[in-house]
């Protein structure tokens, strides 16, 4: 039987806030994290980091990553899976998961565990209730540099990696023709699913790194029925530029990443 850890407040959206320009805090001094804050606001995400090198007393293991991923991705999304593997005491609050290129070091920084963890084979679990700001069919569109997969009420609606983890066991593209070129990798457009204006549903984003050393994560939102604007680049054709999924509004300049995408869509609604 899947034991799924249950969406309690600690795991729901809390506050509302921007994250780009917002400190996440280390031991002795505030660090801007485009992986979250942790100071706990209103509207966000909940973000939680685990060590796949460790076990929560500090004990080397063998990571296994990809297989691990795989593992917990095809569980159904059971944290059990990844329950012997060291885990932030502390979470991070997020609107959005955007993070442009930047050492992969970042990540074990933003949960204050810059001394404790190497950036290398680690995982970032997203969480929330949320629902969207009108009734529709979406999908998400996204990728991660390395891996990044998409769960709505425990079912994977995406997958879309990068390099050696870019296929996966578990989950197949619906449409692989459609899959949108960005830079030096492909963003996959992930599985339909309705939703209602109102009513949540729980969302799971994870976000991860093998090698320890750039990393970069986007992840946008489509809803059916929407024409979007083409952006035709000379060296990738052209590409649907599409909007963030955010849970709070938030500008940001997209002029510099490798993906097109715009912050200027419908914001998402975050339930406590």
């Given at each position: 039987?899947?034991?799924?850890?249950?969406?309690?407040?600690?795991?729901?959206?809390?506050?509302?806030?921007?994250?780009?320009?917002?400190?996440?805090?280390?031991?002795?001094?505030?660090?801007?994290?485009?992986?979250?804050?942790?100071?706990?606001?209103?509207?966000?995400?909940?973000?939680?980091?685990?060590?796949?090198?460790?076990?929560?007393?500090?004990?080397?293991?063998?990571?296994?990553?990809?297989?691990?991923?795989?593992?917990?991705?095809?569980?159904?999304?059971?944290e059990?899976?990844?329950?012997?593997?060291?885990?932030?005491?502390?979470?991070?609050?997020?609107?959005?998961?955007?993070?442009?290129?930047?050492?992969?070091?970042?990540?074990?920084?933003?949960?204050?565990?810059?001394?404790?963890?190497?950036?290398?084979?680690?995982?970032?679990?997203?969480?929330?209730?949320?629902?969207?700001?009108?009734?529709?069919?979406?999908?998400?569109?996204?990728?991660?540099?390395?891996?990044?997969?998409?769960?709505?009420?425990?079912?994977?609606?995406?997958?879309?990696n990068?390099?050696?983890?870019?296929?996966?066991?578990?989950?197949?593209?619906?449409?692989?023709?459609?899959?949108?070129?960005?830079?030096?990798?492909?963003?996959?457009?992930?599985?339909?699913?309705?939703?209602?204006?109102?009513?949540?549903?729980?969302?799971?984003?994870?976000?991860?790194?093998?090698?320890g050393?750039?990393?970069?994560?986007?992840?946008?939102?489509?809803?059916?029925?929407?024409?979007?604007?083409?952006?035709?680049?000379?060296n990738?054709?052209?590409r649907?530029?599409?909007?963030?999924?955010?849970?709070?509004?938030?500008?940001?300049?997209?002029s510099?990443?490798?993906?097109?995408?715009?912050?200027?869509?419908?914001?998402?609604?975050?339930?406590?």
């Amino acid at each position: 039987m899947i034991v799924r850890l249950p969406f309690l407040a600690a795991a729901l959206c809390v506050g509302a806030m921007s994250f780009q320009a917002t400190p996440a805090h280390s031991a002795d001094n505030e660090i801007p994290s485009a992986f979250g804050s942790v100071s706990n606001p209103g509207s966000a995400l909940i973000g939680i980091f685990y060590d796949l090198k460790q076990t929560q007393k500090r004990e080397a293991v063998d990571p296994k990553f990809l297989e691990t991923y795989h593992s917990f991705i095809g569980s159904g999304w059971d944290e059990n899976v990844l329950s012997r593997f060291f885990r932030a005491t502390r979470p991070v609050y997020t609107t959005q998961i955007y993070v442009p290129y930047m050492g992969a070091g970042a990540a074990p920084r933003a949960f204050s565990l810059q001394d404790v963890v190497r950036p290398t084979q680690w995982l970032v679990i997203y969480k929330g209730q949320v629902s969207p700001p009108e009734d529709g069919t979406y999908r998400f569109v996204g990728v991660a540099d390395d891996i990044m997969a998409v769960a709505v009420n425990g079912k994977t609606v995406l997958v879309s990696n990068f390099g050696s983890g870019e296929e996966s066991p578990t989950w197949k593209p619906p449409e692989p023709k459609s899959a949108i070129p960005g830079g030096p990798f492909t963003m996959q457009r992930g599985d339909w699913f309705n939703a209602r204006k109102g009513e949540p549903i729980d969302l799971e984003v994870l976000i991860g790194e093998f090698p320890g050393n750039l990393f970069g994560a986007w992840l946008m939102i489509e809803k059916q029925g929407v024409d979007y604007p083409v952006k035709d680049d000379p060296n990738y054709g052209k590409r649907a530029v599409l909007p963030l999924f955010q849970v709070a509004p938030q500008t940001v300049d997209s002029s510099t990443q490798p993906v097109p995408f715009s912050s200027d869509g419908p914001v998402w609604t975050c339930h406590q």
